[in-house]
Every structure is written in C-alpha cells, then in structure tokens.
C-alpha cells in the first residue's frame, strides 16, 4: 500500500542545548513540539557588563565555552559540567560565580526570550534566527570530510537536532529538502525551511576536537556557507533516535 511516504534514512543522532553556545548533551528521546525540543536552548551565558550573549565563534575571551557542556539532570533542572567534572546547577548561588572564575570576566546566566522560567534569571534573546530543527545528514557530513582531507567529521561541530543516516549518499544531499514535508516516527512532520548559513562555530576547538578552519573554509567554497537545513515544526510530538525520516507527498 502506497501511503505517500518515500523513505530517507534513520535518525542516528539527537542533540539538546539547554544552555546556548555551550556544548550540548547526547539524549535518545524528547519532546517536540512547534518551539524545538523541550528543554532546548532555554538559557544562555551572557556578559554582565554589556548584557551580550557568548559569542565563541567572534570574541576570544569566549572561545573556552565549548569545553563548558549542559545538560538537563534528574531533577529535570538544567546543569552545566565544567572542565573539572564538577555538575552545578543553572540554580545553584554559585553559578554565576563559578562562571566568572572560569572565563574571567563577569558572566551570568540568562534566560533566553520568549521564557517561563523563574524570574530571578536576566532575559536575553537568541543571537540568531531560532530555527526549532536543524538537521545535518551524514551523506554531507561524509561528502565535507572527503574535501576536508580527513576520513570524517563530528556532528558536534555542527550543533545539530539531529543527524540523519541518509540511505544514499549524495554529496550535500539535504540540499535537496527545501520546501519538501518531512515526516519523523509515526507522529511528528517537519517543513525543511531553508538551508544552514555556518559561521566559525563549526571550526572552534572542543573537548576531543581541534580547531580546524579547513571545514568552513570547504563548506565556504563548496555550497555557499551552506551546511544541514533549519526546519520548522508541523505536527508535534516525540522524537527517538532510530526514528525512521521520510518526504512526506
């Protein structure tokens, strides 16, 4: 029976980022629904003298951020793990000077705008166009590495939702998706919106990663500063890693 499904590939991985430009934690099922994955990218760090958000990828004294990593924790409160091991709540009085000590200058946790959470946390806003799903493939992650020299290239660099195992392989293929329905699992359909503008994120150092300007240099060269597709959420529901990806007719 035709049920105007046409199959893609598998989702591989997921990602959740509940504390921006940090790095994220590695989870096999969430919520989605029309603002992303529940508990995605709720918070940020910011500067307590400006007010602007961490910036890794334009201002050094932020460049260390990646080796900071978030995550939400049995409590179902976010937590950052700093370089140490040590687990601190995004609650805990200490936080912020725990921050400070690390970057060194004044840092404090935001909540990032439009927010539900508790009030004591400053607001700040997204420091680009939110897109609720960004998924890379790994036809283009293999195709990138391919021009990079290097026999492969980490999804990590990429911040993505979720990294799809395309069942063909074909060079940048998510280029192809724009405009088309993508339907995930049983419930959950997607709208590829655009295609992923990349800045220098994709070649900052992080824990087990060097820094590597040859990647952006290559997707610069390559496909327009193009990398993976920014989508828009259809239909809601929840997400699982093994979740079959399918062009929705």
Request: proline share 5%; hydrophobic share 40%.
């Amino acid at each position: 029976m035709n049920d105007g499904l046409n199959p893609v590939g598998r989702v591989l991985e997921l990602w959740r980022y509940p504390v921006s430009s940090i790095g994220g934690e590695r989870i096999t099922s969430a919520k989605l629904d029309c603002a992303g994955l529940k508990g995605d990218r709720q918070f940020a760090l910011i500067d307590q003298e400006n007010g602007f958000a961490a910036a890794p990828e334009m201002d050094k004294r932020w460049r260390n951020a990646l080796f900071l990593s978030s995550a939400i924790a049995e409590t179902g409160l976010p937590e950052i793990t700093f370089p140490s091991g040590n687990r601190v709540s995004l609650h805990d009085r200490g936080i912020n000077q725990l921050l400070t000590d690390y970057f060194g200058f004044a840092v404090a946790i935001a909540a990032i705008e439009p927010s539900s959470v508790d009030a004591k946390f400053p607001r700040t806003q997204h420091r680009h166009p939110h897109a609720a799903v960004h998924v890379v493939t790994t036809g283009s992650m293999q195709h990138l590495a391919a021009l990079c020299g290097s026999s492969t290239i980490e999804s990590r660099r990429f911040r993505p939702t979720a990294v799809v195992a395309t069942y063909q392989d074909d060079h940048f293929d998510d280029n192809k998706w724009i405009g088309k329905r993508l339907q995930i699992g049983p419930s959950v359909e997607l709208i590829a919106e655009e295609q992923t503008k990349r800045c220098g994120m994709t070649f900052v150092a992080q824990p087990g990663l060097d820094a590597n300007p040859d990647i952006l240099r290559s997707i610069l060269r390559n496909n327009r500063r193009n990398f993976g597709v920014n989508c828009a959420v259809v239909r809601s529901g929840e997400i699982n890693v093994g979740d079959a990806l399918s062009f929705k007719a």
